[in-house]
């Protein structure tokens, strides 16, 4: 959609338009029904059509990007995915992006194949992917440099901990070549421990974004001071 690449045209709208908020737009089919069901008799993929356009009309002059939860869509057949198509289509006709989150993780092949569905077939600017099976899986999504590929990282949901908060052993040599560029203080702390969800956010940020195309999900409804953490880990 954008002439720029996907992290020029964020930067692009932040700094130069002044907008920043991501719209969300995960319907949930209780909620579209008591929204519109009224005024918009019919089949329940109609009225989620109906809805999520008006969603956009009335909140685009605000937005930086729009973000969609694939599965809130494929849940409902072949008329979701149209939907869904055709909602990319009139948040492109604004001029703005579009993140399909996914978090797609799986084996290089399958992920080859996503890309293509999620890029080329849907249209949409980046999506989310899962790292924890590695860089090599996922390079088919790395590969496509004028899109973008947001790593989760660091999630609020309350069992988020349990995986992600794991202390954990790395090379020693990696986490120097990783780090020589982050304030001493950040850095002496991660070589006395270091959390599985700060050693996601250094590779991404620091080995797999040769494209300039990666980023990471790191919530802060929870805890802001990871948010501040993470900014630290990957430069931004």
């Known amino acids: 959609m954008a002439t720029r690449s996907f992290q020029e045209e964020v930067a692009y709208r932040n700094r130069v338009l002044g907008k920043h908020l991501c719209v969300g737009l995960d319907p949930v089919r209780e909620r579209v029904i008591k929204a519109v069901g009224a005024k918009y008799p019919g089949m329940v993929t109609g009225r989620l059509a109906v809805f999520l ?20 869509f ?9 939907v869904l198509h055709d909602i990319i289509q009139h ?13 797609i993780g799986d084996i290089g092949a399958t992920c080859e194949q996503a890309a293509g569905a999620i ?17 090599d899986a996922v390079q ?5 440099a004028d899109r973008g590929v947001i790593f989760i990282c660091k999630t609020t949901n309350k069992g988020s901990g349990e995986l992600q908060e794991l202390p954990v052993t790395v090379p020693q040599e ?15 702390r991660l070589e006395h421990t270091i ?18 195309n990666c980023g990471i999900v790191v919530g802060a409804t929870a805890n802001p001071v ?10 931004s």
């Open 53 to 72: 356009r008006e969603e956009v009309d009335r909140t685009h002059e605000s937005a930086a990007v729009y973000k969609l939860n694939f599965w809130f």
């Open 74 to 82: 494929f849940n409902r057949g072949s008329a979701g995915i149209q």
């Open 91 to 103: 948040i492109h006709e604004y001029g703005i992006l579009v993140i399909l989150d996914t978090k």
């Open 119 to 135: 890029f080329d077939q849907m249209g949409a600017d980046a999506t989310t992917a899962n790292p924890y099976m590695g860089q």
């Open 140 to 144: 088919p999504l790395l590969d496509r």
């Open 174 to 188: 990696e986490l120097l070549a990783l780090t020589e560029s982050i304030p001493a203080t950040i850095r002496e």
């Open 195 to 212: 959390l599985l969800w700060e050693w996601v956010a250094l590779k991404v940020a620091r080995k797999w974004n040769n494209n300039g």
């Open 226 to 235: 990871d948010l501040r953490f993470a900014r630290r880990l990957v430069g």
